[in-house]
């Protein structure tokens, strides 16, 4: 069973599901809208549990059960990218790789010089390497002296991973994962060639637009711009002189993205602040306030993805996220960025809707997560292995922060001159017979 805890800037969504056959079977969700949030950053922690706890219970009246561990995402805002490495001395070369090796391997690679306010969300394994022989996915079972791992480290603001922590349990929960929404999302919203080959992913949420470049099945860069669907709802309350929830509403009834595939004809009545009547207004003028606002989430967007030269990615762009469920977005999202663009929505019955993507998304992620990748987060999480055999005591790492980030182990002294001894009198033995 897992369970998916998306923490919105507007709502906060769980999602339980479980797994069969490897189809993923979704069986309760939970919504509420968000409180103690702001710019998809908590800012009240006690605001933001009660929404949580009032999501969870929602989910768990629907699903049957109760819910005590989650997955939950970090935002990207702040997100830093750095590459990693790990190495130790396996110990003795007639032994093969264990699970404690990967672990210690792991913990060796996120020793590093961070800044006081940073910490480590995630760490992303690109291959294994035992005595000089890339290109591992899996080194356990295999005969070796020397293990390295290369990989990334995500980082994030530490305050943002506590107060999402905290949230959390003062809702009563335990996090069982923690988990990039980018990276998770990308997983989900994009096919095996899309990542392999380079593509844009933008996130549309309702208080923040997350630009994510995933290539060669890495995240290689994010950018959060600070707007999201809750300025376009903003606009149509000031310039429609109506309420917050109407403007809502509105957008969510008639609104289009593109003003060219807007009527003028089609007429819907709006509640307007100090009127006693109704005032009808056309379905063209709403296009218009809410393409403004989306044009310039776009222009900032692509100004930023035109320095890394993501736009020239083969992948094209995928969006995802509540505001695309406007229509005509693709439509004004090409015209913008003039690449290929097309649109996520997830298949799962109930949920076809694309401001659920990030909820599954973290579910898929746990349920993908293999035994390396739970050796690497039990290191990453500091929780030791349980199969711990009893290899070889190692030096532990003298300077915590070396340039390539290694930790290697060193036999001791002993061991070595104990290994000597017969080998000497092998020796002594050759020399008396070849005399």
């Known amino acids: 069973m897992y369970v998916g805890l998306d923490i919105g800037t507007t709502s906060i969504k769980v999602i339980v599901a479980e797994y069969v056959k490897g189809q993923m079977n979704v069986i309760g969700v939970g919504s509420k809208r968000s409180e103690g949030l702001s710019r998809g950053v908590i800012v009240d922690i006690d605001k933001a549990a009660s929404a949580i706890r009032e999501a969870v219970q929602d989910a768990e009246k629907k699903a049957n059960i109760e819910i005590h561990d989650v997955i939950a995402g970090i935002p990207a805002n702040m997100l830093e990218i750095e590459k990693c490495q790990g190495m130790i001395a396996v110990g003795d070369e007639s032994r093969e790789i264990t699970d404690q090796d990967v672990h210690d391997v792991a913990a060796a690679a996120l020793v590093r010089n961070l800044p006081p306010e940073r910490e480590i969300v995630t760490l992303v394994p690109d291959e294994f390497v035992v005595d000089g022989f890339d290109g591992i996915r899996d080194p356990r079972g295999m005969i070796g002296v020397r293990l390295e791992l290369h990989g990334q480290v995500f980082t994030a603001p530490k305050t943002v991973i506590h107060n999402t922590r905290k949230c959390i349990e003062k809702a009563g929960l335990n996090v069982k994962t923690l988990v990039v929404n980018p990276w998770a999302l990308g997983q989900l919203a994009l096919t095996d060639g899309e990542q392999d080959f380079g593509t844009i992913l933008l996130d549309l949420g309702g208080g923040q637009s997350t630009a994510a470049v995933i290539h060669d099945h890495k995240l290689k860069y ?29 957008k969510r009834d008639y609104g289009l993205a593109s003003a060219d595939q807007a009527s003028e004809e089609e007429q819907f009545p709006v509640e307007v602040v100090g009127q006693t009547q109704p005032v009808s207004v056309s379905e063209k003028y709403l296009a218009e306030i809410i393409e403004a606002r989306l044009t310039q989430i776009f222009n900032r967007l692509k100004e930023r ?17 509540g505001v695309t469920a406007l229509p005509g977005i693709t439509d004004l999202a090409h015209q913008i960025f003039d690449r290929s663009v097309k649109l996520y929505i997830p298949g799962q019955m109930g949920l076809r809707h694309p401001s659920f993507t990030q909820g599954l998304s973290l579910i898929q992620y746990a349920a993908n997560m293999n035994d390396i990748d739970q050796l690497i987060q039990d290191a990453l999480t500091g929780k030791s292995h349980p199969n711990k055999p009893t290899p070889e005591k190692v030096q532990p790492q003298q300077q915590p922060a070396q340039a390539a980030n290694e930790a290697e182990p060193v036999e001791s002294t002993e061991k070595e001159e104990n290994s000597k001894k017969p080998l000497d009198s092998i020796r002594k033995f050759l020399g008396n017979f070849f005399e």
């Open 222 to 250: 994010t950018y959060v711009d600070q707007e999201g669907g809750e300025y376009i709802t903003k606009d149509i309350s000031v310039v429609l002189n109506t309420s917050f929830e109407s403007a809502e509403t509105i």
């Open 305 to 321: 993805l035109e320095k890394t030269n993501a736009l020239d990615l083969p992948g094209g762009i995928v969006m995802t996220g």
